[in-house]
C-alpha cells in the first residue's frame, strides 16, 4: 500500500536552499501517490503536468545542489557520484513519462515510479546530500576538501551508512538497467524501421511511402508544438463540438422542411390544370399539414445560424493554426493586435463564463519583429492566470496595447484577487505557485519572463490584494535575436 512521504528534520540538511526544493519535491511525490491510490481523480493531461514538474525540478534542483559543490570546492569524487544520481533521476522520470505514454496511461507505470521517487529520495538526502552538506560546513570551518570528504565522522553510524551506501549502489545498478533496455529497445525500433525501409525500397510504391514518411514526419513536429497547449486541446474541443453540432441539427431539420415544400409544389403541379373545388381543397389541406407559413418564416433564421455555425468553426480552427502551425518558428514582423486576438480566441473557453472582455487596442500599433508563437503562449499565460484571479464571476479582463518610443506594450488588467509584496518579490521564480498542488508547475510566469527577455523585453507587474493585477509586457521593434 502505498503511503505519502512524511517530511521530518532528519532530511533537514541546512542548506534553505537545498531544504525548500526538497520540500517540493515531496510535494509533487505526495500528489502523484494521491493519484495512484485514487484519493484524487486526475486526467491524463493533470498527470502528465505532474511528471513534466518532476522533470522540470530535476533540472532546476540538480543545477543548483551541483553549482553549490562547485562554488565551495567539494570532493571532485563526491560530485561525480552526486552528478551520477541526478542523471539516474531524470532519466527515471523520462523513461517512466514514455512509458505511461506508451502504455496507454497505466497506472502501474506511476506506482513504479513513485515506489522509484521515495528509495531515492530517502537514500540521495540521508546520504549523498547529506555528506555534500557536511562538506561544505568543514570546508567553511576551513578544512581541505580532500579531509572534508571523508566519512570517518560517521562511524557511530556505521550501520546505517553502509545501508545507505548499499541503496546508493542498487540504485545505480535500476538505472544502468533501465538505461540498457532503453537503449536495447531504440535499438529494435531502429532495426524494424530498416526492415520496413528495405521492404519499401523494393515495392513498386516508393514515391507514395516516401510521401507516406514525410507526412508523418509533419505530424511529428505538429505533435510537438501541440505538447505546449496540453490542457487548452479539451477546451478546444468542447468549443468545436459545439457549433458543429447545433449546425448539423439545423441541416437535420432544413432537409425535412425542403422535403414537405417539395411535396406541397408537387401538389400544386398535379392540381395545376383545372383547379377544381376538391384541388383547393387538397392545396389547402396540404398547406395547413406542412405549416408552410412557419417553413418560409424560419427557412432564412436556419440558414443564417448554419452560416454563423460555420464562420465559428473556421475561426477556431484558423486561430489554433496560428498558435501552433510548424512554419511559425521563424522570427518574422507580426501584428500583436493579431496575436493577442488569436490568443484570446484560443483561450476563450476558459474566459467567456468568468469574465467580460474590454479591449482599448491602439489601431495603429506598428508591426513587432519576434516569434509569433512564444509571445502568443506569455499572452496565454498572462490570460488564462488572470481569468484563474477572479474569485466570484463576472469579472473583468482589459485588453490594452499602445506604442511606446521603444516599442510597443501590451497589458492584461483583472479585477481579481490580486497579490501582495511577498507574492509578487517572487512571482518570476521557477516552481514559485499561489495554487493548490498538482494545479500547477509554477513555471509558466518564469517561462514567459525568459520569452519576453529572449526578445529583448520586460514584463511589468503592479498588483493590490483585493485591487486585481496589472501585467504589462513591453517589446522593441526589432530587437538584437539571440544566436
Request: aromatic share 6%; net charge negative; with cysteine.
Amino acid at each position: 500500500m502505498l503511503e505519502t512521504f512524511k517530511w521530518d528534520q532528519r532530511y533537514e540538511t541546512g542548506i534553505a536552499v537545498v531544504d525548500s526544493q526538497h520540500r517540493h519535491l515531496v510535494d509533487l511525490l505526495n500528489s502523484l501517490v494521491e493519484v495512484v491510490t485514487e484519493q484524487r481523480h486526475a486526467e491524463s493531461g493533470d498527470v502528465l503536468a505532474l511528471l513534466d514538474g518532476l522533470a522540470a525540478y530535476a533540472v532546476v534542483h540538480f543545477a543548483d545542489e551541483e553549482r553549490l559543490m562547485r562554488e565551495a570546492g567539494c570532493d571532485p569524487r563526491h560530485m561525480e557520484i552526486h552528478e551520477r544520481q541526478h542523471g539516474a533521476f531524470g532519466e527515471q522520470v523520462r523513461l517512466a513519462r514514455s512509458e505511461y505514454l506508451a502504455s496507454h496511461q497505466s497506472r502501474e507505470i506511476l506506482e513504479l515510479l513513485v515506489r522509484f521517487v521515495t528509495s531515492w529520495l530517502s537514500f540521495h538526502i540521508l546520504g549523498s546530500d547529506k555528506d555534500m552538506a557536511g562538506q561544505i560546513a568543514r570546508i567553511n570551518q576551513g578544512l581541505p576538501a580532500a579531509l572534508s570528504a571523508s566519512r570517518e565522522h560517521d562511524k557511530e553510524e556505521a550501520p546505517t551508512r553502509i545501508l545507505l551506501e548499499a541503496m546508493e549502489h542498487l540504485y545505480d545498478l535500476m538505472a544502468q538497467r533501465n538505461l540498457a533496455l532503453v537503449r536495447t529497445r531504440d535499438e529494435l525500433a531502429a532495426l524494424n524501421a530498416h526492415l520496413e525501409q528495405r521492404v519499401q525500397e523494393r515495392t513498386a510504391e516508393l514515391e507514395r511511402a516516401l510521401a507516406e514518411v514525410e507526412r508523418t514526419r509533419e505530424q511529428l513536429l505538429q505533435s510537438e508544438k501541440m505538447s505546449a497547449i496540453g490542457q487548452l486541446a479539451a477546451g478546444v474541443a468542447h468549443e468545436i463540438n459545439n457549433p458543429v453540432g447545433f449546425v448539423s441539427s439545423n441541416l437535420g431539420s432544413l432537409t425535412q422542411y425542403v422535403d414537405r415544400l417539395l411535396a406541397l409544389v408537387s401538389t400544386y403541379e398535379a392540381q395545376a390544370g383545372a383547379l377544381p373545388e376538391t384541388a383547393r381543397q387538397a392545396i389547402a389541406a396540404k398547406r395547413r399539414e406542412v405549416d408552410y407559413d412557419f417553413l418560409r418564416e424560419d427557412v432564412n433564421d436556419l440558414l443564417r445560424e448554419s452560416g454563423e455555425g460555420l464562420e465559428r468553426v473556421k475561426k477556431i480552427v484558423q486561430d489554433m493554426k496560428v498558435f501552433s502551425h510548424v512554419d511559425h518558428g521563424e522570427w518574422q514582423e507580426a501584428d500583436l493586435n493579431a496575436v493577442l486576438e488569436s490568443t484570446l480566441n484560443v483561450v476563450w473557453h476558459e474566459v467567456k463564463y468568468k469574465a467580460q472582455v474590454e479591449r482599448q487596442l491602439d489601431p495603429a500599433l506598428p508591426r513587432v519583429r519576434c516569434l509569433p508563437a512564444q509571445i502568443s503562449q506569455v499572452l496565454m499565460n498572462l490570460l488564462v492566470n488572470g481569468v484563474q484571479a477572479i474569485e466570484t464571476p463576472p469579472g473583468k479582463l482589459t485588453l490594452s496595447s499602445r506604442a511606446t518610443p521603444a516599442g510597443v506594450e501590451l497589458t492584461v488588467s483583472d479585477s481579481g484577487r490580486g497579490m501582495g509584496p511577498e507574492v509578487l518579490k517572487h512571482l518570476f521564480e521557477p516552481f514559485f505557485t499561489t495554487k493548490p498542488v498538482g494545479k500547477g508547475t509554477g513555471l509558466g510566469l518564469s517561462l514567459s519572463y525568459e520569452i519576453v527577455k529572449r526578445h529583448g523585453g520586460q514584463i511589468l507587474v503592479h498588483s493590490e490584494p483585493g485591487q486585481g493585477s496589472r501585467f504589462t509586457v513591453q517589446l522593441p521593434l526589432d530587437p538584437e535575436r539571440p544566436a
